[in-house]
C-alpha cells in the first residue's frame, strides 16, 4: 500500500488563536503584531482581502486600521505555544509519523486506503481539530514533502477546495504547477528564486522540466533533491525526531534602551532561564554557549557585541549556565551603549541520555543532584502555576524593560483567573 506525505498548515494562526479565545472577534478584521508592537505580522482571512500587506510598521498603518475597523492584537507567544502544543496532539494521535515543522505547521505520514482516496480522513482531521480547539487548518497531501507544500498552498488558495488538495492523486499536475511562483516553493530562498528568475524559471512546472545539470552546478544536492521532489520522488526524509532541536535561542528587544550592566544582567539572566527550562522539557544538555547584545540598527554609532563559552561538562542546570553567562556578560558590555536587544543561543545540543563527566571530577555529584532536583522542583511549580512563579534572585525585574504590549489579550487556556465565568439559570 502506497504512503502519502501530509502537511498541514494553521490558517492565519496567530489571528485564529485570537479569534478562537474571543469569539467578539470572530468574523472581523484582526492584525497582530510582533514584539514591542512593531509590525505587523499576522492577518485575519478578512485583512488579507482587504489588501493590508505583512511585515509594514503598525504606526505607519495605524489610521488606516483604525478607518477600516480593524481590531489590533499585541503577539501573545504562551498562547500560541499552548494551542500548537494542543493541535500538534491531535495530529499525532491520528497519523503515523508526525514531524513538527513550526509553532503551526507539521508534516506526516500516513497509508492510503484501497482506493487511495484520503479525502474523507483530511475531512475527518480538520473538523476534529475545530472542533476541539476552533483553529481552521488546511491540508495538503502528496508523495513527498515539497509536493504536499504545493498541495497545502492549493488547498488554501482555491476556495473550492475547503482546505483540502490531494496532489498525489492527480494525474496531470502540469496545471497546477504552473500556479506555483518559484518563490513559493518549498526550499527555494530568496537568493535561489533570483537566480532561477534571471533564467527564465518562474514557476514549479519550469524548475522541474529545466536541465538537471544547470542546477547541480549551482546549487549541488540541495537544488537537486528540489527538482527530483517536483519529479515525484522521495528526497527529503520526514524526521519525527524533531523536537531534538540544534540549537535553542531566546533573545528580546527591550522597550526601552538600557545602558548599565545591572539592566543587561538581568536580561540575560532571565533569557538563561528560558531557555534552560527548554532544554530540560526537551531533555538536552548543552555545551556551547552564546550572548550578545547590541543597540538600535538606526542609531548613528550602532554596536554589537557577543561572546561564547564552552561548557567542561555539558549541562541544563540553571545556576551552572548562569553564572557562566553572568561573566559572559561582563565582558560583552561596554558603558555608554544604548542597548536595545540581547539574547543567549545555546549550541552544540546533546541528548541528557549520555552525560561526558571529568575523568578527574572535583566537583561532589550529590551537589549535582540537589542542583537537578531543585530545577525539576522550580518547572513542576512554574507548569503548575505560571512561567514566572519561582525565579532565581538574579532575574528579577525590578523596572520593566520588557517588550510592550499594549494591545495583549489574557491567556485564557493556561492561567485560572482569565477563564471565563460563565452563568446559567
Ligand atoms: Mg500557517
Same mark, same amino acid.
Given at each position: ?39 505587523? #505580522? ?36 504562551e498562547?500560541?505555544g499552548d494551542?500548537?502544543n ?46 476541539? #480547539? ?109 523536537l531534538?532541536r540544534?540549537?535553542i535561542?531566546v ?18 539572566s532571565h533569557y538563561i532561564l528560558i531557555a534552560c527550562a527548554k532544554l530540560r522539557k526537551y531533555n538536552q544538555l548543552c ?28 549541562s541544563n542546570n540553571s545556576v551552572t549556565i548562569l ?23 545555546m549550541?552544540?545540543l546533546?541528548?541528557d ?15 549535582d543532584l540537589q542542583l537537578e532536583y531543585l530545577d525539576s522542583k522550580i518547572d513542576s511549580i512554574n507548569k503548575k502555576y505560571g512561567s514566572n512563579t519561582l525565579n532565581w534572585a538574579s532575574s ?18 493556561k492561567c ?10
Open positions: 500500500m502506497s504512503k502519502a506525505i501530509i502537511q498541514i498548515d494553521g490558517n492565519n494562526f496567530y489571528a485564529s488563536c485570537e479569534q478562537m479565545i474571543d469569539p467578539s472577534l470572530r468574523g472581523k478584521g484582526l492584525v497582530i503584531l510582533s514584539n514591542n508592537d512593531g509590525c505587523i #505580522i499576522s492577518r485575519s482571512a478578512e485583512v488579507r482581502k482587504s489588501g493590508i500587506p505583512m511585515g509594514k510598521p503598525y504606526f505607519k498603518l495605524k489610521q488606516k486600521l483604525n478607518k477600516l475597523n480593524i481590531e489590533v492584537r499585541s503577539s501573545n507567544y498562547l500560541y494551542i500548537s494542543r493541535l500538534m496532539s491531535i495530529l499525532s494521535e491520528h497519523c503515523e509519523k508526525l514531524e513538527v515543522y513550526s509553532i503551526d505547521e507539521a508534516f506526516a505520514c500516513i497509508t492510503r486506503p484501497k482506493d487511495q482516496n484520503l479525502n474523507p480522513w483530511a475531512k475527518h482531521i480538520r473538523a476534529l481539530v475545530y472542533q476541539n #480547539i476552533g483553529i481552521p487548518i488546511s491540508i495538503g497531501i502528496g508523495v513527498n514533502k515539497v509536493q504536499s507544500k504545493i498541495a497545502n498552498h492549493i488547498a488554501k488558495s482555491i476556495e473550492e477546495n475547503a482546505g483540502i488538495f490531494d496532489m498525489g492523486i492527480i494525474q496531470n499536475k502540469d496545471q497546477y504547477l504552473n500556479l506555483i511562483e518559484i518563490e513559493k516553493v518549498w526550499g527555494v530562498g530568496v537568493k535561489m528564486s533570483k537566480w532561477f528568475r534571471r533564467r527564465g524559471i518562474t514557476n514549479a512546472r519550469e524548475l522541474r522540466d529545466m536541465k538537471r545539470e544547470e542546477i547541480k552546478y549551482k546549487f549541488g544536492i540541495v537544488g537537486i533533491r528540489i527538482q527530483n521532489e517536483l519529479k515525484g520522488e522521495i528526497c527529503i526524509p520526514l524526521n519525527s525526531n524533531s531534538q540544534k540549537q535561542s533573545s528580546r528587544s527591550f522597550s526601552y534602551p538600557i545602558s548599565n550592566l545591572e539592566e543587561l544582567s538581568l536580561a540575560i555545551s556551547e554557549l552564546t550572548i550578545f547584545t547590541n543597540s538600535s540598527l538606526y542609531s548613528r554609532d550602532y554596536f554589537r557585541n557577543d561572546a561564547t563559552s564552552k561548557l567542561e561538562i555539558p553564572k557562566e553567562s553572568l561573566l559572559l556578560t561582563k565582558k560583552i558590555f561596554r558603558p555608554y551603549n544604548k542597548l536595545t536587544k540581547a539574547g543567549v543561543i549550541k552544540k546533546q541528548s541520555k549520555y552525560q561526558q563527566r571529568m575523568l578527574f571530577n572535583t566537583k561532589d555529584s550529590k551537589s528579577v525585574i525590578e523596572k520593566d524593560w520588557s517588550p510592550s504590549r499594549k494591545k495583549l489579550s489574557k491567556l485564557r487556556t485560572l483567573e482569565n477563564i471565563p465565568i460563565v452563568f446559567c439559570n
